[in-house]
């Protein structure tokens, strides 16, 4: 490997990795991939290969070699799942990462991007959040175990730059959401939860859908697809030790993106408040300078992502999945 490496152009024609090919953010990337040209794509799905077992992720990299790795593997959950199974959600993030990360190191990889999450960040840190505010406070209680293990990825990223100078580098994404999302009642998120609540207002003529909260708190939502985009621009063109913010730069009131949904699935009842419940972090935007810095802004609007995304979901009602 050069001492001085400069990013460029990554190879179409080299073994690509997608570990989570077939969630959200990685049949994302797969897809966006895949449109550019990339002509060695490799994924394996969970009951082909499981990334918790050392043996058996090691046996992979020694077979498929792949000289570009994307980890965007890893158990995921709302605040419900999170704050029910830390144990789960900390063990099994940190051997996912290890394991990746081991294997790719010792079989030659010379790029990976590792995919974090906004809640690595402090509860309370300044508004809009830099990517400097890592490690200087408490993190959020409800998933503290997931963000502890996605801490520990960037630190394993930074520890394989300064030991072995591998241009490995670490992303950090917004709220996340669009085809392939997780509509389930238990374990979705907010944006997919309220497209599912609204559409089945919808098509049962409901007068009313009754939503956690005041509606007052602003987050900051991403279309998959943008994430995608913004993955394979800071491997051709990002190269630090530090991670970077993926995101809009913008954020919008739980009422208003209520407001949206409803208005996009055709719900023509009223929306209702239960103020009783919590409300959350009343804000959570990340600073994206660095990635404008970088050369990349979001192009999705978020009234054009969420009409796709309920197009997906009407049309993947059947075999969508049920738990979290």
């Known amino acids: 490997m050069p001492e001085e490496f400069v990013p460029g152009t990554l190879d179409r024609s080299a073994t690509t990795y997608i570990a989570g090919h077939r969630g959200l953010v990685g049949s994302a990337i797969w897809r966006k991939l895949d449109s550019e040209g990339f002509e060695a794509l490799v994924g394996r799905t969970s009951s082909e290969l499981d990334l918790r077992d050392r043996s058996q992720v090691f046996s992979f990299f020694a077979e498929t070699e792949p000289k570009h790795v994307v980890l965007a593997a890893a158990k995921v959950g709302g605040i419900l799942?999170?704050?029910?199974?830390?144990?789960?959600?900390?063990?099994?993030?940190?051997?996912?990462?290890?394991?990746?990360?081991?294997?790719?190191?010792?079989?030659?990889?010379?790029?990976?991007?590792?995919?974090?999450?906004?809640?690595?960040y402090p509860q309370l840190a300044p508004q809009p959040i830099t990517e400097e505010s890592l490690l200087t406070g408490h993190l959020e209680p409800t998933n503290d175990a997931y963000a502890i293990a996605k801490i520990a990825g960037i630190l394993g990223v930074q520890a394989v730059r300064r030991q072995y100078g591998r241009p490995w580098i670490s992303a950090m994404p917004t709220n996340l959401y669009g085809p392939g999302d997780n509509f389930s009642?238990?374990?979705?998120?907010?944006?997919?939860?309220?497209?599912?609540?609204?559409?089945?207002?919808?098509?049962?003529?409901?007068?009313?859908?009754?939503?956690?909260?005041?509606?007052?708190?602003?987050?900051?939502?991403?279309?998959?697809?943008?994430?995608?985009?913004?993955?394979?621009?800071?491997?051709?063109?990002?190269?630090?030790?530090?991670?970077?913010?993926?995101?809009?730069?913008?954020?919008?009131?739980?009422?208003?993106?209520?407001?949206?949904?409803a208005d996009v699935?055709?719900?023509?009842?009223?929306?209702?408040?239960?103020?009783?419940?919590?409300?959350?972090?009343?804000?959570?935007?990340?600073?994206?300078?660095?990635?404008?810095?970088?050369?990349?802004?979001?192009?999705?609007?978020?009234?054009?992502?969420?009409?796709?995304t309920v197009a997906w979901y009407r049309e993947h009602a059947g075999e969508l999945r049920e738990a979290g």
């Open 185 to 261: 009642p238990t374990g979705s998120h907010v944006l997919p939860a309220l497209i599912r609540r609204y559409d089945e207002a919808a098509a049962a003529g409901a007068e009313s859908v009754t939503n956690w909260g005041t509606g007052s708190p602003r987050r900051e939502f991403l279309h998959v697809d943008d994430m995608a985009a913004a993955c394979l621009h800071l491997m051709e063109h990002y190269d630090g030790p530090e991670q970077v913010n993926v995101g809009t730069g913008q954020d919008t009131t739980i009422k208003e993106i209520a407001s949206v949904i």
């Open 265 to 308: 699935v055709g719900f023509e009842g009223e929306t209702e408040w239960d103020t009783s419940k919590p409300d959350g972090t009343p804000q959570k935007l990340l600073d994206v300078s660095k990635l404008r810095e970088a050369g990349w802004e979001a192009s999705i609007g978020l009234r054009e992502g969420i009409e796709s």
């Open 81 to 120: 799942a999170n704050n029910t199974y830390p144990v789960d959600f900390l063990s099994e993030n940190l051997r996912i990462q290890t394991n990746v990360m081991d294997a790719a190191l010792e079989h030659g990889t010379e790029r990976l991007l590792f995919l974090g999450s906004s809640c690595i």
